[in-house]
């Protein structure tokens, strides 16, 4: 009995010692250029440079979507992006949080891919008068994307060197035109310092824990977006787009759910049609009927704790606008606030052109397991 006690506590040692998480900060300079990817930008290539900050911590623990991702690492930040062009495309300000995920490691060396996502202020935007170069950007406020490689050589003292290739995003998601998005290849050095560490004692339930894996849903959404022009001015936005979606999924793991659903689509801007001769942008539908869409799609939703990254694929079975449209696709996120009700934030696109985005609330119905109705009318009896 004796010899097994030395062991009973070194087990228990490597329990407490797996529940820490480590807080980081990190500096990062890059540079590079921008990517003129459409015709009629190629007076937009010029050099770029920046830097960021980022504070991240990482939880080692035994949680399952810890252990399953390869203990992520999870982070915000803030970054400075000059474009190289001060009078046509100015400055860049982003507020960011990001994830960097382990996809290989050793005790000296890792590799991880890491994805940035927020929102961006620009200092200078089209203009048909004092800035008609600028077709990248319309609108002062966009959303923020970027994603690279994420290659980590581990110093003494907590340190770390890192090199990352990146591609980096800003657009407003066709909301005001001209935008035809600005992209950026760049590759920058960063140096990170681990500043505490510290012992993580919460117990962490896995919201779908206790909940039948058959999912019903309902979401809809309501933005704006300008999608004709003539030439490359825009009409000034503000035409309603709107999602109303119903479906099903099943969730056949922790990490991931397949499902179906039926699509209500409205898009104001399939009134008008563009000709090119001097007719111009025309009225062309003025009913409800033959401006509303249906379709039904299919897809997957990869699963990390309440957050679902959705991927759909669908087609239309009612389509009058724009007939020769008939494949569409969803790419975005949801997040689950509670068991019953989520945010939507995702783009609805044909091919790699978006149409606009979706954002609103949706709803979730999920039987709870004997064992989630024995938990929830214990607590509340208590």
Not at 118 to 136: H, K, M, S
Not at 142 to 165: H, I, N, Q
Not at 325 to 342: H, I, L, N, P, S
Request: net charge positive; glycine share 10%; aromatic share 18%.
């Amino acid at each position: 009995m004796r010899k097994l006690l030395p062991l009973f506590f070194l087990l228990i040692l490597c329990q407490y010692a797996l529940a820490q998480r480590t807080h980081s900060i990190e500096m990062k300079l890059y540079g590079g250029s921008t990517i003129p990817h459409r015709a009629g930008m190629e007076s937009l290539l010029h050099t770029t440079a920046g830097g960021e900050l980022n504070y991240y911590f990482c939880t080692h623990s035994d949680n399952f979507y810890d252990v399953k991702y390869r203990f992520p690492q999870h982070g915000f930040g803030v970054s400075y992006n000059y474009l190289g062009s001060p009078k046509v495309l100015g400055s860049a300000w982003s507020a960011y949080s990001f994830m960097d995920f382990d996809l290989f490691s050793r005790e000296h060396f890792r590799l991880g891919l890491r994805v940035n996502a927020g929102l961006a202020y620009l200092t200078r935007r089209y203009d048909r008068v004092n800035n008609p170069e600028n077709l990248a950007i319309s609108t002062p406020i966009c959303f923020y994307f970027s994603a690279g490689l994420d290659v980590a050589f581990r110093l003494p003292y907590g340190f770390e060197l890192k090199l990352m290739p990146m591609f980096m995003h800003y657009s407003n998601g066709a909301v005001l035109k001209p935008n035809l998005g600005l992209n950026q290849g760049v590759i920058s050095i960063a140096l990170s310092k681990d500043i505490a560490q510290r012992d993580y004692t919460k117990e962490r339930r896995d919201y779908a824990e206790g909940l039948s894996p058959h999912e019903a849903w309902i979401f809809g959404t309501c933005a704006t977006a300008d999608e004709y022009s003539v030439g490359y001015e825009g009409r000034g936005g503000g035409f309603i787009c709107s999602t109303v979606a119903a479906g099903y999924c099943y969730q056949y793991g922790k990490i991931g759910k397949v499902g179906a659903s039926f699509d209500m689509f409205y898009n104001e801007n399939m009134k008008y049609y563009y000709f090119n001769d001097q007719r111009g942008l025309t009225l062309w539908y003025d009913k409800f009927s033959e401006i509303v869409k249906f379709g039904i799609a299919a897809g997957h939703q990869l699963v990390y704790r309440r957050f679902e990254l959705v991927s759909y694929v669908g087609v239309y079975v009612y389509n009058k606008a724009w007939a020769y449209d008939w494949v569409y696709f969803r790419m975005g996120a949801k997040y689950y606030m509670t068991d019953f009700m989520f945010l939507n934030l995702s783009l609805k696109a044909h091919g790699f052109k978006a149409r606009y985005i979706e954002c609103g609330v949706g709803f979730s119905c999920r039987r709870w397991k004997r064992s989630r109705l024995q938990e929830y009318f214990s607590e509340h009896i208590q």
